[in-house]
Nanobody, 115 residues
Framework: QVQLAESGGGLVQPGGSLTLTCVGSTAIFRFLNMAWYRQAPGNQRELVAT???????RYADSVKGRFTVSRRNVDNTMNLQMNGLKPEDTAVYYC?????????WGEGTLVTVSS
């Protein structure tokens, strides 16, 4: 079992930047394939970015070139660097980790992009 906890959300103006962090509670973190999801009000949860346990990354088309996902297994952390934020990036952002049948979620952190 591993608990995941997100932090770093907040209010930012359009064009601004934020860095989200996900911390895992145990060293099992390093074996997980990790991802960031987001859910805007009235919308379904959508995949934002993934990073495998080997460090391979993938991004949704809507964030390519603006967001960067990274991880530090020694610290059990995953980051999402978000640049060039747009109002449509407003959502609750969730950290997710998967390994085989195990599927772990954090409680989310709210990002609001508004002037």
């Amino acid at each position: 079992q591993v608990q995941l906890a997100e932090s770093g959300g907040g209010l930012v103006q359009p064009g601004g930047s934020l860095t989200l962090t996900c911390v895992g509670s145990t060293a099992i973190f390093r074996f997980l394939n990790m991802a960031w999801y987001r859910q805007a009000p009235g919308n379904q949860r959508e995949l934002v970015a993934t990073i495998s346990n080997a460090g391979s990354t993938r991004y949704a088309d809507s964030v390519k070139g603006r967001f960067t996902v990274s991880r530090r297994n020694v610290d059990n952390t995953m980051n999402l660097q978000m640049n060039g934020l747009k109002p449509e990036d407003t959502a609750v952002y969730y950290c997710n980790g998967k390994s085989g049948p195990s599927d772990y979620w954090g409680e989310g952190t709210l990002v609001t992009v508004s002037s």
